[in-house]
């Protein structure tokens, strides 16, 4: 069975600073791959996701994410963070493309930007 | 331009209640997901449904729970004789009927307490 770590419960980062939030997977096979944010109160937005190609993904918000086969591991990252990136950040991983089978997600990275 | 709807958006029972939460996915969407968040937690996966077939609910309570997607009307996740441990936010996603490299899009969620 597929599983998830998200490393680091809580990250702060000053805004305008760069981020980087880990994600490492455990799947037999070329595993889908997202990520998510979660604001309070909210439901989860697809910030990209990762299917097959390029290794390196672009999403919205300025957000990219790095697959590297070698690490099993799918980080996140920007280049310059907003005080409305804070937020809970999720990554999953699905057997399929997400359209046929349930996620498994990691415990989630709380970001606090500080000013 | 409808996203997935979740509804209530909170909801109080007494133990020993039923619960039901309902779903609407996105125009165009067939199948569904349902997710349980606990304090603290990631989302972990609870069933997936297509119109009037369930396909899995591997991640479901053997006891209690039920699900269903019926061919007119939304889906809807079912709690009987809730208990103080079922208080946690349960998501709804969607994915397109075609497409298995087709993310899930997710609801707001609904919040359960029990008292």
């Known amino acids: 069975a597929q599983s998830v770590t998200q490393p680091d419960i809580h990250i702060t980062v000053s805004e305008g600073a760069s981020l980087e939030l880990r994600c490492n997977y455990s799947?037999?096979?070329?595993?889908?791959l997202f990520w998510y944010v979660q604001s309070p109160g909210q439901g989860l937005q697809l910030l990209l996701k990762?299917?097959?190609?390029?290794?390196l993904v672009q999403g919205i918000k300025g957000f990219e994410a790095e697959f590297k086969r070698s690490q099993s591991s799918f980080n996140l990252r920007k280049p310059s963070v907003h005080w409305s990136d804070a937020a809970e950040y999720f990554c999953?991983?699905?057997?399929?493309?997400?359209?046929?089978?349930?996620?498994?997600f990691g415990k989630g990275t709380h970001l606090i930007i500080q000013p | 331009n409808a996203g997935v709807m979740q509804n209530p958006r909170h909801l109080v029972r007494r133990r020993g209640q039923e619960a039901r939460l309902r779903c609407s996915p996105m125009k165009g969407h067939s199948h569904v997901y349902w997710y349980r968040q606990l304090p603290e937690e990631g989302l972990k996966f609870m069933v997936y449904l297509q119109k009037e077939n369930i396909i899995d609910e591997s991640g479901m309570p053997k006891e209690r729970f039920s699900a269903e997607f019926p061919k007119e009307g939304p889906s809807i996740l079912r709690i009987q004789q809730v208990v103080r441990g079922d208080s946690a936010a349960y998501f709804c996603a969607s994915s397109p009927l075609t497409g298995r490299d087709q993310p899930q899009h997710f609801g707001d969620g609904t919040r359960l307490s029990i008292l």
């Open positions: 990762y299917f097959s190609g390029d290794t």
């Open positions: 999953a991983v699905g057997v399929s493309g997400g359209g046929a089978d349930g996620l498994t």
């Open positions: 799947y037999g096979a070329t595993p889908y």
